[in-house]
């Protein structure tokens, strides 16, 4: 909130500095200006405290010092009047002779010093008027903030509450999951010691024969002879023991290395990583010693037949 109007008649005020200065040293003004200067000694009384001689005298000591009068004038604090000066003006502003119009005839510079008390008055009223208003939507708007703060706290609990829900119906879901898999887990728990026996007799003895013989020994003989015992030893029907002794990555990664990509060979390949002791190669085509050289590089020994050392 600003008063323009106050501050332009501080301004005119300013240009009219010397009239103030030369109207010092009259003997005694006209009445209308001596009630300008009153009204200025009780609007800038400090702390409230009107005093009781607003002669012409007193006003002249007042405006003695025209430089440091009128920067009183400008630095006034319009938003601050003490009361008892609010009331000790009223009168002056009762007065039909007080205006600037009338008081111009005989002083410009009174006539701007009546402009400036009437309105740095109107000032502060509009501004007690005001600043309650102001309060209330500064007041207002902290308690806007405050709330859109909490509105924010709510809504990240309610987005967190939101996930959590829904992390919860997908556990739902996972539950046919875990309900398939125990039961799967449950089955293979009756068949794994037939099936750790059927793959170890797979390493053990399968190697040196031809995809033939492998099916022929595994399909039937093995399983039908397991199943046949007096007590028999359940197998997982259609067991691969690929799926249990290697996975497509580990397969890849031979291939990679030079390993044909045929059933044989990665049976082969599969043998060779699963057994305890060293195999017995039969390498005509010198396609495994190539896929041995390039899997272990240099931590590969080779020792032949007669070396000595």
Known sequence: LKNESADKLIQVVG??????AREKSFGSPVAA?????????????????????RSWKAAKVMMAKVDAFLDALIHFKK?????NCLKAIQPYLGDPDFSPELIAAKSNAAAGLCSWVINIVKFYEVYCEVEPKRQALSKA????????????????KINTHRVVCIQVGGLASENVRWAEAVKSFRHQESTLCGDVLLITAF???????????????????????LSQLKVPIPVTPGLDPLTMLT?????AGWQNEGLPADRMSTENATILTSCERWPLMVDPQLQGIKWIKSKYGEELRIIRIGQRG
């Open 203 to 225: 390493v053990s003895y399968l190697g040196y024969f031809t995809k033939r013989y492998r099916l022929e020994l595994m399909d039937n003989s093995w399983r039908p002879y």
């Open 79 to 83: 938003e601050n009047i003490h009361e």
């Open 247 to 251: 996975d497509d990555a580990d397969i």
């Open 33 to 53: 200006v001596t009630n300008v200067t009153a009204a200025v000694m009780v609007l800038m009384a400090p702390g409230g405290r009107v005093p009781k001689d």
């Open 15 to 20: 240009v009219e500095t010397e009239k103030v």
């Open 141 to 156: 708007n902290a308690e806007l903030a405050a709330a859109q703060e909490k509105l924010s706290v709510i809504k990240a």
